[in-house]
């Protein structure tokens, strides 16, 4: 299986700009520039991107775990947030933060940080990440 998006870019890297696309449209020309990666400008970037991407594989890597341990969510919602930090003279992804609250009937908290931290590691795009990643997850009663 091979997933595909494309980007173009136009000009230099502050008065530029560029889209993003994706091969299944929801993304399609999507605008992108410096202002919306490191100022307050309107568009997405890469982190953003990236975080989406965290977010969504987690929760449905963690509902695929759950359900092997006999268990159906309620509901999950992960929120990611990819921090960008200057280092040796360039730019670096240094981590993933996520923040989980899930309802699953019948789970115990010591169960589900067990799940949750398995998930964590085990998202295809935690693997992907050269980055630290941590978590806080809740299990709503």
Known sequence: MSKKASAEWKGGIKDGGGTISTETGVLK??????KSRFEDGKGTNP?????AAHAGCF????????????????????????????KDGGFE?????????ASVPGLDDAQFQKIAGQA??????????????????TLAA
């Not at 449905?60 to 921090?83: K, N």
């Not at 992804?93 to 609250?101: A, K, P």
């Open 29 to 34: 020309q999507a605008p992108y520039g410096f």
């Open 47 to 51: 982190e953003e991107l990236i975080a």
């Open 59 to 86: 929760s449905m890597a963690l509902s695929l775990m759950l359900g092997e341990a006999g268990f159906t969510p309620d509901r999950i919602a992960t929120q990611a947030a990819v921090t960008i930090e200057k």
């Open 93 to 101: 992804i240094t981590t993933s933060h996520l923040t989980v609250q």
């Open 120 to 137: 964590k590691t085990g998202c295809p795009v935690s693997k992907v990440l050269n980055a630290k990643i941590t978590m806080e997850a």
